[in-house]
């Protein structure tokens, strides 16, 4: 069965940069699409990164692009968020996702069925 579980989350002023990570234990990790997705209090779940299965191409939301930088290694079953120059709106609960077989052209969270158990991120002074 198909493990996430994400780490790395906490408290941070704004303008401060965190880094998330994602373990995943599935065999052959490159056939996997691999999102980020948050979700904040009162508000629906947010596509913020993805990157596709294949051709490795990168997805990120308007509202995180320039900031956030996403990464994976297959070899290790590992993805990785960057977050720089956080914001108070950055505030919420990270997930990591998987989809076999997925192009991250705007990644939707009802796209994918496998989910990790989120890491709640703080940005506040």
């Known amino acids: 069965q198909v493990q996430l579980v994400e780490s790395g989350g906490g408290l941070v002023q704004p303008g401060g940069s965190l880094r998330l990570s994602c373990a995943a234990s599935i065999f052959n990790l490159n056939h996997y699409a691999i999102a980020w997705f948050r979700q904040a209090p009162g508000k629906e779940r947010e596509g913020v990164s993805c990157?596709?299965?294949?051709?490795?191409?990168?997805y990120y939301g308007d509202s995180v692009k320039g900031r956030f930088t996403m990464s994976r290694d297959n070899a290790r079953n590992m993805s990785y968020l960057q977050m720089n120059s956080l914001k108070p709106e950055d505030t919420a609960v990270y997930y990591c996702?998987?989809?076999?077989?997925?192009?991250?052209?705007?990644?939707?969270?009802?796209?994918?069925?496998?989910w990790g158990q989120g890491t709640r991120v703080t940005v506040s002074s």
């Open positions: 990157i596709s299965s294949g051709d490795g191409s990168t």
């Open positions: 996702a998987v989809r076999r077989f997925y192009a991250c052209m705007s990644p939707e969270s009802s796209d994918f069925g496998t």
